[in-house]
């Protein structure tokens, strides 16, 4: 039984699996450290080895965010969710799932550019940065949601 979704191949060994408790935490980690430009184009190759594993990675964490989100949804409501939080919930997930979208994209780009210039250098880290400004948001986001949920449920908050 084959798949049509090509999901991110494992981590690199340099990469320690899980090693936050929190995949956007690592994805964004990991994007800010792709996005950092070296102080010269003389190693190109290696600076683009650097990013398609970094990258690579990346898309990997977000993945097993949004692959750990489905698994709960589908698990059923464990805890009963505030149905005035249920909006955000969706999206939160709609966003989730732009954001691998977006990784993927990016890793692709990666491996396409094979010899970059620094122009190409500088894009690419462009785009990194952004993307993780953009997980940093969810992340930021989801834990507001949280917090929220929480505040209310302990009697806290209006």
């Known amino acids: 039984m084959s798949s049509t979704l090509s999901l991110p191949g494992a981590p690199s060994p340099r990469t320690v699996p899980h090693a936050h408790p929190d995949p956007l935490a690592e994805a964004h980690d ?20 650097r990013f398609r594993r970094l990258t690579g990675d990346a898309t990997t964490a977000i993945t097993r965010h949004v692959l750990h989100l489905q698994r709960r949804q589908a698990a059923g409501p464990g ?3 505030p149905p005035r939080l249920l909006p955000a919930l969706q999206r939160q997930a709609e966003e989730a799932a732009e954001l691998v979208r977006a990784s993927f994209d990016l890793a692709h780009e990666a491996e396409a550019t094979r ?6 250098m ?10 993780s400004i953009a997980v940093e948001r969810h992340h930021n986001r989801l834990l507001d949601i949280s917090y929220e949920a929480g505040q209310r449920d302990l009697g806290g908050g209006g």
Request: hydrophobic share 50%.
């Open 79 to 81: 805890v009963e969710t």
């Open 122 to 131: 500088v894009e690419l880290g462009e785009q990194a940065m952004r993307l």
């Open 115 to 120: 010899r970059p210039d620094i122009w190409n």
């Open 30 to 49: 990991l994007l800010r450290r792709a996005a950092r430009l070296p102080y010269h184009a003389a190693r190109a190759d290696a600076w683009a080895r």
